[in-house]
């Protein structure tokens, strides 16, 4: 055989090919349905993992408090500084109306029950809520107490880590200001 019809064989080949793959296999209206779908079953799925668990077992997340600065403390009943602290975020939340700011305390108790438990003895008035499967990464720390603020939309205006003194006036002062931004 000469070069010529050889060429002409392959280039013909090569063409045949091309169709049927483009025949068979490549479909692009398909592959975007498909790809829609899978995107679709991951917002479901996210929509599904909840960022907290309420203390009748609501799932939430941070979005409900949109409109709201929000205050969160991650907090354990075997913790000596959460406990020293408590009746400090306790005079604060008693110093603003729930319509302004949100109280999130995050329980990292092993049993949900001790958290809930020792806040009903000590008669705090603090909701408490456990970490859902999608507990945002920011507010995962290595030291409890913790604390963050998040303005009326959501972004972080102040971290604490450790203990402090919530019933400051400067901090309550602070707390004013951000909530009439």
């Given at each position: 055989?000469?070069?010529k019809?050889?060429?002409t064989?392959?280039?013909?080949?090569?063409?045949?090919?091309?169709m049927v793959?483009?025949?068979v296999f490549?479909?692009?209206?398909?592959?975007?349905?498909?790809?829609t779908?899978v995107?679709?079953?991951?917002?479901?799925?996210?929509?599904?993992?909840?960022?907290l668990?309420?203390?009748?077992?609501?799932?939430?997340?941070?979005?409900?408090f949109?409109?709201?600065?929000?205050f969160?403390?991650n907090w354990?009943?075997?913790?000596?500084?959460?406990?020293?602290?408590?009746p400090?975020?306790?005079k604060?939340?008693?110093?603003?109306?729930?319509?302004?700011l949100?109280f999130?305390?995050?329980?990292?108790d092993?049993?949900?029950?001790?958290?809930?438990?020792?806040?009903?003895k000590?008669?705090?008035?603090l909701?408490?809520?456990?970490?859902?499967?999608?507990?945002?990464?920011?507010y995962?720390?290595?030291?409890?107490p913790?604390s963050?603020?998040l303005?009326?939309?959501?972004?972080?205006?102040?971290?604490q880590?450790?203990?402090?003194?919530?019933?400051?006036p400067?901090?309550?002062r602070?707390m004013?200001?951000?909530?009439?931004?």
């Amino acid at each position: 055989m000469n070069t010529k019809k050889i060429f002409t064989i392959a280039i013909l080949a090569i063409s045949i090919i091309g169709m049927v793959y483009l025949l068979v296999f490549d479909k692009p209206a398909d592959k975007v349905e498909a790809r829609t779908e899978v995107v679709e079953a991951k917002h479901r799925e996210q929509q599904n993992k909840s960022e907290l668990i309420n203390a009748e077992g609501e799932r939430l997340n941070f979005a409900d408090f949109k409109g709201k600065v929000v205050f969160i403390n991650n907090w354990a009943s075997w913790c000596p500084p959460c406990i020293a602290e408590m009746p400090t975020i306790e005079k604060l939340k008693n110093e603003f109306s729930e319509k302004d700011l949100a109280f999130v305390m995050v329980s990292f108790d092993q049993d949900p029950k001790k958290g809930l438990n020792w806040m009903r003895k000590k008669e705090f008035d603090l909701p408490v809520y456990f970490p859902g499967q999608n507990y945002p990464q920011q507010y995962l720390t290595d030291v409890i107490p913790a604390s963050f603020i998040l303005d009326k939309e959501g972004k972080l205006l102040h971290t604490q880590m450790g203990m402090a003194d919530y019933s400051n006036p400067d901090f309550i002062r602070q707390m004013k200001a951000w909530i009439n931004q």
